[in-house]
């Protein structure tokens, strides 16, 4: 069973840049890592996903080390609004169904100004 | 852009009681997911669907919860009877081929038992 661990909790100010880094050492070959943002009273909200090295989109960056123990989520230049909660998933192979997704507590980032 | 829609939103119900919760998922997704999120936790995986069956439900409570997702379409979670320990957010997600796609989720159900 692929289990994460990650920052309870975090906190920063608006226009630095977040680093969240979630390890994963018992990652199986065929995982993905998968981050998830969560606002109070609203349900996760996909933002990113990773296999390998680097991903980058229009929210986030996600760096991915070669033994992909571990994964960082960087969130460049945060604002007030991205004050959430934020999931690291790796997916369970191990699994009959393939790939269910583990959330764990998740970090609860606060951004002040 | 198309979302998962559940209902209701907010439900209110005594202990003992049956309550049924609705998720319809984003057209075309062929993977529907019943999550339970626990105040302060993350979300809990209670059953997987592909289609109309079920592919991994060992984290449901069988013996009050079912689920159906009889057309393989929208999808009904029933508990019966509540108890005080079910209180907490019932998410739905929906995906568009497989467990290895984006799950989308719908905005809950924040179930509270007296």
């Known amino acids: 069973l692929a289990k994460t661990t990650q920052p309870i909790s975090m906190d920063s100010y608006e226009g630095q840049e977040v680093n969240i880094t979630c390890s994963h050492n018992n990652i199986a070959t065929n995982d993905y890592i998968t981050w998830y943002q969560q606002f109070p009273s609203q349900g996760p909200r996909f933002i990113i996903q990773g296999y390998k090295t680097k991903v980058t989109n229009e929210v986030a960056s996600l760096f991915i080390p070669a033994d992909r123990k571990s994964s960082t989520l960087s969130l460049p230049r945060v604002s007030l609004s991205d004050t959430a909660v934020y999931y690291c998933?790796?997916?369970?192979?191990?699994?009959?169904?393939?790939?269910?997704?583990?959330f764990g507590k998740g970090t609860s980032l606060l951004v002040t100004p | 852009e198309a979302e998962v829609a559940q209902s209701p939103r907010y439900k209110i119900t005594e202990k003992s009681q049956a309550v049924a919760f609705w998720c319809d998922p984003i057209s075309g997704h062929a993977t529907l997911y019943w999550y339970r999120q626990i105040l302060g936790q993350g979300p809990e995986l209670l059953v997987q669907f592909q289609d109309e069956s079920v592919v991994d439900d060992s984290q449901l409570p069988k013996d009050r919860f079912s689920a159906e997702r009889l057309k393989g379409v929208d999808s009904t979670l029933k508990i019966q009877p509540a108890e005080l320990g079910d209180s907490a957010m019932y998410l739905c997600a929906s995906s568009l081929r497989d467990f290895t796609d984006t799950q989308y989720f719908g905005p809950g159900t924040r179930l509270t038992v007296l």
């Open positions: 998933l790796v997916g369970d192979s191990r699994l009959n169904s393939g790939y269910a997704l583990n």
